[in-house]
């Protein structure tokens, strides 16, 4: 199969259609295989604030009531991906839409928390790798919309722990997640380097914060399953190799 990249992209921009056109074109610039994983956060937040609904978020998670499903699964399947994918085809790359209840790619359960109900916020169970394998061998490009397979109801899950699943799952020579910042900010300054014991006691004193949270846990939890490197940069980043390295220990 060769080298296989994970790319994550944030909601951030995924409403810019230069910026997607930009991003098209780096991936189509790198060696070997890609899998994307998408959000829409920011998507999402505009329609739930326009129909009138708080968006809550707990730890950096956002919390799916059931009046947001619905809503969830148009945005991220819908108009993200298609956008998404219409950048990348546009690009000259094989890429194709999927989710993870399609084919029973990604299967979920309910995220549980120990003071708070998540509602249709769910946690991964299990990845149909091979899927994903079957596709990149084709030379087909899958990019992936957060919702995931559960016995009763669908589930959004964090696109951040979808991409560490994913990248672990298929053993991926790296997970790169492209935000709106260019790596982590440790008193101003991009760190280039950081082991788990260092994000656990820079999220404890407060640094790491939010949205962060997750992303830099999903990097670590991809090495963890067989991802050979994680980062965390901005679009630039991924194009010069920038951002902040995450390795499994010091």
């Known amino acids: 199969m060769g080298e296989v990249s994970v790319i994550k992209l944030s909601g951030h921009e995924l409403d810019d259609a230069a910026y997607l056109a930009d991003f098209a074109r780096v991936v189509a610039g790198i060696n070997g295989s890609v899998i994307v994983v998408h959000g829409g956060g920011k998507t999402i937040s505009a ?3 326009k129909m009138g609904i708080a968006p809550q978020y707990i730890d950096g998670i956002r919390v799916t009531d059931a009046e947001s499903l619905a809503l969830v699964e ?3 399947r819908g108009s993200v991906n298609t956008m998404l994918v219409r950048a990348l085809v546009n690009a000259g790359i094989d890429a194709q ?4 209840v399609d084919r029973g790619l990604i299967r979920a359960e309910k995220m549980l928390h120990t003071q708070h109900d998540m ?3 769910g946690s991964i169970a299990d990845v149909r790798a091979e899927v994903l394998v079957d596709m990149v061998r084709q030379g087909i ?3 992936i919309a957060p919702i995931c397979l559960g016995e009763a109801s669908t589930y959004n899950v964090n696109a951040d722990q979808v991409a560490g699943a994913v990248a672990g799952a298929v053993d991926a020579s790296r997970l790169v997640m492209i935000s709106n910042v260019a790596g982590v ?3 101003g300054k991009i760190v280039s380097m950081l082991n788990p014991t260092q994000v656990e006691a820079l999220i404890a004193d407060g640094t790491i914060f939010g949205g962060m949270i997750p992303k ?3 990097a670590l939890d991809a090495l963890k399953h067989g991802a050979k490197q994680a980062v965390i940069t901005d679009l630039n980043g991924l194009r010069a190799h920038g951002g902040t390295i995450f390795t499994a220990s010091a």
């Open 47 to 49: 329609l739930q604030t």
């Open 74 to 76: 148009m945005v991220l």
């Open 97 to 100: 839409g999927i989710s993870g």
């Open 119 to 121: 509602g249709f916020t």
């Open 141 to 143: 490009t899958p990019v």
């Open 185 to 187: 900010l440790v008193n």
């Open 216 to 218: 830099v846990r999903s």
